[in-house]
């Protein structure tokens, strides 16, 4: 585990120091708070000082009676426990795509790419022939939710460089496995709800990226942290407006109406084959 402290000085200015990774023999709650009292004493910093913990929800750091934040507590009552911010962003990121369906599935296929343009090398050449021009495609993290605006605009950025990407390698001379994932990945991609749901997707998870890096500041102060909020928030609630939707749907049908013509001409090389 890796333990930071942050504090103020005189002038109730923020700052924020990473002491070190640290290899606990055990991850109980007990077990933890044993090793951050350690460094903390190796450090002269009392625990009479301390006035806040932070960590993500897992029950051996937040649980109310044997989580690692009431047993310091039972130590430094001041100490109060808070849920990391940027955690429950992260959260909130990950339930609402999972809630739209059309969102999960376009996130499913953007994972799907990456890892096709990543595991095989023969994709990896073809790829390497025209998406990389542009920006290279990798598999998404799968537990960081909020590191993903990057890719969804690469892909976005390209999309017509990938379909025809996909179109080549669904061809049987590149191999069964590879030729059957290239080609439900073309078809998923072709369809404008995926175009939408990309969009849809980059508009809200751009605004909650930002927020992130925000609450994550170095220099950060609790009242700056509160007026990020607020500001996401308020955009956020803008997006929920029918006008709002009606432009990001129209500007989703002009881009569709030109990759149609790809499908097009994929449709009648099939058919002429």
Known sequence: MFISIRYVDNDLCPYEEFLGLYEPPDTAGK????CITD?????QLPLSALRGQTYDGASNMSGQYKGYQALIREMQPLALYVHCGAHCVNLVSQSVCEAVFLVRDAMESLQELGSLFSQSLKCRAQSDHGISKVQKIRPLCPTRWLVRVSAIQALIAQYELVLDCLEEMSLPAAGSNVSARASGLWNQLSKGSTWLALKMAIRVFGPLEML???LQARYQTVSGMLVAVGETLSGLRDLREEKAFDKLLADSARYCRG?????SRRAESSTSA
């Open 31 to 34: 077990v933890l708070a044993k």
């Open 259 to 263: 990759c149609c013509r790809t499908g």
């Open 212 to 214: 992130n890096r925000s």
């Open 39 to 43: 460094v903390l004493l190796r450090l």
